[in-house]
């Protein structure tokens, strides 16, 4: 019946997911994989593997015509990009967890899959071991697909855990989770929001076949985040958490980011803590899933990397079928948001960007606002990122309709509160 | 790229799930499939559909050479077994979503997809929404499945939401879920077990390459819980769950029933509230993931019809594979499980089949006690489901190894229990 196909794999990496690997496949004998060679960059350190087992050479792997699979588990993107182009050029599959270098040539990498006939996966890049990608490519393949809410970063995921469950400071929780490795040894790339850009970036196209520009995607991380904003979130009975965000709206376009936001403790991404991450998926018809697991560490990723490499066995390949759809989706950035706005001085807070203020506070300890605003206006701007703004959406973030919204700014004009008042 | 095949659509029965898949596919235009016609069984009762589309007779659908596809929804599993073989021999690619069909008979439609080269896809009859066996099948194809646990019945998990959350009795529990729709007419399907059983039989086959024979996996239901057993579930911070259960055991068998359990409050399980569904791998490498969504009613189940009728536009199968291994899996009763037993008359307890009691409590109002026991001596039997005795196993409830056990066994035995004594 089934044709599995002997595999012959070189790895290029051997940090903690490709001696992670290394591991799982010593401990998966039905797989029919053999690793031939692994390209490391510095060939004096001790491994905890046969020496004959590791070159520093590329093109040993690379010119191997018996090696069919290579595995790029290489932190450098630009690198990470010349080895997979010239591994799929020549005809090899590729498994790869490189997040940043997906977000940055996934467009290049479609047409080098077109060309070469070869496969690329990549299920290792975003959440680890919860097969996400696969599940939007294959069992999400049509039209219902409502919105997509995700926990994509472990790290500040567990920083906003301790924040909240330990009333831990942000410092300490980031200390905290550097010292687990959780975070990156350069932990603005966690913290600042890029990495689950980059994750959110490939993860559009096969939510909503989309192939967005990651500089275009409006994001922040959870630096600005302070012990008072996590207690206006407790009065709201929600935790914050950093949320990758997709929505389909009523005209048919898509509103995607990566923010923080004020989450229900009874809704599903509350329930991700820690390292965690998880996915909510709905759908027209079949209201929520949930798919949780560990996003990041060693083998949970050697994990998602094995499971890739078995499909491989089986020829098998992302369709993208979504993309090549008839009718193709688009990104807008033409609606509103709801968001709670932290601040120190309201002399930053672009207040008359606002189409409504529901709710403001201001007094020795707490400086903050509610309000609506015009999502293109957060995109184009930075404001909010600065001077110690902390913007964190409200639960349920999209208002897709005006005609409510203007009735109360008018009511807050006739209260005497708009044109620049200072409140404090 | 990718051929999209055209689709023409039969569908036997149009009760809840057959109309929502009506709905749900004019709600589709993406989807290239056209519905041809539905045979029902009443043709001149009332349907919100054009009255041309039906007929009563089964052969219209089945030798109309234009159509492809047959979606079979239908209560009466022989029946369903009759067309779903009929649609395969003459080429159909079929669709289900009848459990009982599938459990009693899996074997004959495996022969019958090889013979013909036909597909047979039914995700949604287990766990309606969630992409359970397309995942199992799919994604978690290799030796490294350490265990699964699910429920998989909405409408018992909604009886002991209310039982734990509302402190309601289980009767006007069981009211409510038959009021709201979530029960079968006939609930002892749903409250003995039968339907979990008939999933579970099916999923086993998907996780482990496993063909059970459904007579012989130990199960039972909800049918002998009290609001006793309740307590005493709280007392030990847990809830009581329906749960499916497999498990590889370090004997390279696999241990699998259904069975209520205790389930640990912080335990993912006991995130699955009401009528919802949710599944537990744990895999080796990748720790535990959890999928979560909603395991029955009209649309949810449609949907999961509808991403099998998506599949088969791209010619999408069940390949087996865990099946067709060289070195295959195997059930075992031969290991121990930790068991909470409550009764009313101490003499319904077969006392001297346990390895060993470590608590139990006897007086007006409370009888149970907390034992091991060979799991061979549950399954040959069934004093545990009789007269008014609940079983409920332990949260982590399986033992394979008796060193242990047999030292507590004998420090009881010192302490003057065994050999029949009454305590009560």
Redesign the interface.
């Known amino acids: 019946?089934?044709t599995?196909k002997k595999l012959v794999l070189g790895i290029f990496g051997f940090g903690v997911v490709g001696e992670?690997l290394y591991k799982?496949l010593n401990?998966?004998?039905?797989?029919n994989a053999t690793l031939k060679k692994v390209c490391i960059k510095h060939p004096d350190k001790k491994r905890n593997a046969p020496a004959e087992l590791f070159t520093a050479d590329r093109q040993i792997l690379l010119k191997d015509n018996q090696i069919n699979v290579i595995v790029e588990l290489i932190d450098d993107a630009d690198a990470a990009y010349e080895i997979v182009k010239e591994a799929l050029l020549s005809g090899k599959s590729v498994v790869s967890a490189n997040k940043k270098m997906l977000a940055e040539h996934l467009i290049e990498l479609l047409e080098l899959q077109?060309q070469t006939g070869a496969s690329l996966l990549y299920e290792a890049a975003c959440c680890?071991?919860?097969?996400v990608i696969?599940?939007l490519e294959?069992?999400?393949?049509?039209?219902?697909l409502h919105s997509i809410n995700a926990v994509v970063n472990g790290s500040t995921n567990y920083i906003l855990t301790k924040i909240f469950d330990e009333k831990l400071s942000f410092k300490n929780a980031l200390i905290q989770a550097q010292q687990l490795g959780f975070a990156e040894s350069n932990p603005v790339l966690d913290v600042e929001g890029y990495d689950a850009l980059n994750k959110w970036t490939f993860l559009l196209t096969h939510a909503y076949g989309l192939l967005p520009d990651k500089e275009k995607l409006c994001f922040t991380g959870i630096q600005s985040i302070t012990s008072e904003d996590a207690r206006q979130a407790e009065k709201k009975e929600c935790v914050i958490k950093l949320v990758a965000s997709a929505k389909k709206l009523q005209n048919g376009k898509v509103a995607a980011f990566v923010l923080p936001q004020f989450v229900k403790k009874d809704d599903?991404l509350a329930?991700i803590k820690n390292e965690y991450n998880g996915v909510v998926i709905e759908?027209?018809?079949?209201?929520?899933?949930?798919?949780?697991?560990?996003g990041a560490g060693s083998?949970?990723t050697?994990?998602?990397v094995?499971?890739d490499i078995?499909?491989l066995s089986?020829d098998?390949r992302y369709?993208?079928?979504k993309l090549?759809?008839?009718?193709s989706n688009e990104l807008t950035n033409d609606f509103y948001v709801k968001a709670y706005i932290g601040f120190t001085d309201w002399d930053h807070i672009r207040k008359d960007d606002f189409e409504s203020i529901e709710e403001w506070h201001s007094n020795e300890s707490i400086n903050y606002l509610i309000g609506i605003i015009h999502f293109e206006k957060l995109q184009t701007s930075s404001w909010w990122k600065e001077n110690n703004v902390s913007l964190v959406l409200t639960a349920d973030p999209i208002i897709e309709s005006l005609d409510i919204v203007k009735l109360k700014k008018r009511s807050l004009v006739l209260a005497g509160f708009s044109g620049g008042n200072h409140l404090s």
């Open positions: 019946m089934v599995h992670g799982v401990m998966t004998p039905s797989l077109k680890a071991s919860i097969p696969r599940n294959e069992y999400y393949d049509n039209d219902l599903q329930f759908s027209s018809f079949a209201d929520k899933q949930f798919f949780y697991g560990k083998l949970p050697a994990s998602a094995l499971s078995s499909a089986y098998y369709e993208y079928k090549n759809r008839e009718e």
